[in-house]
């Protein structure tokens, strides 16, 4: 089965700090990879997906992520974050075969400060 | 707004009882998945359809069912309610491409008593 591990549980950055959030999953075939963003009291929204091709991918908001496949991760980086990215994240990852259910990670709250 | 729509927002009701929470997907998605997000296991898949046909089961209760419509509206059944049947339930629906981008309602937050 497969499994999603998100390392940090809550994150804490000031205004302007890079953020790294780290993912690994745990499936031995072809994955699709996202990450989902829950702002406080709304629904999941996509920030970037990862189906094949360049392993660097661009989301909305300044977002990016990397997958590197040897090490079954795909950690989300912004080199600068604003007030605005305090929200709940979440990795996901699921079968590249069709319509498959999504198995998601724990979730990184991550917290800006002034 | 991602064109996924969810009703009822906020659902109170108490233990014993039989609530139908209802998902709308995106015009032209035939894939609607049911996910729970509860505090102490996350975000749990439950369910999945595809164009009124069931497809995959995750941790569902046998309490819970759900169905697909003709007009591929979903509906997920709870019964017998229990306290810790609290969560936010999300629908999501994915085009019929494979790529499986996921689109997610707004969620109904159901409070049993």
């Known amino acids: 089965a497969q499994s999603v591990s998100q390392h940090n549980h809550h994150v804490i950055l000031s205004e302007a700090a890079s953020l790294e959030l780290g993912c690994n999953y745990s499936?031995?075939?072809?994955?699709?990879l996202f990450w989902y963003v829950q702002y406080p009291g709304q629904h999941l929204q996509l920030l970037l997906k990862y189906f094949s091709g360049d392993p660097l991918v661009k989301g909305i908001k300044g977002f990016e992520a990397e997958f590197i496949k040897s090490k079954f991760s795909f950690n989300l980086r912004k080199p600068s974050v604003q007030w605005s990215d305090t929200a709940e994240y979440f990795c996901a990852v699921s079968r590249n075969s069709g319509n498959t259910p999504l198995v998601f990670g724990k979730g990184t709250r991550l917290s800006v400060i002034a | 707004d991602s064109g996924v729509t969810q009703t009822p927002k906020h659902l109170i009701t108490a233990t014993g009882q039989r609530v139908t929470l209802r998902c709308s997907p995106r015009?032209?998605?035939?894939?609607v998945y049911w996910y729970q997000q509860s505090l102490d296991q996350g975000l749990q898949f439950l369910i999945h359809y595809y164009n009124g046909e069931e497809r995959a089961k995750g941790n569902i209760l046998e309490r819970f069912s759900a169905q697909q419509f003709p007009d591929l509206h979903s509906e997920l059944n709870l019964s017998s309610l229990e306290l810790g049947d609290s969560a936010l339930y999300f629908c999501?629906?994915?085009?019929?491409?494979?790529?499986?981008?996921?689109?997610f309602g707004p969620g109904t937050r159901l409070t049993v008593l």
């Open positions: 499936y031995g075939g072809t994955v699709n």
């Open positions: 999501a629906s994915s085009t019929r491409t494979g790529r499986n981008e996921q689109f």
């Open positions: 015009s032209g998605d035939l894939s």
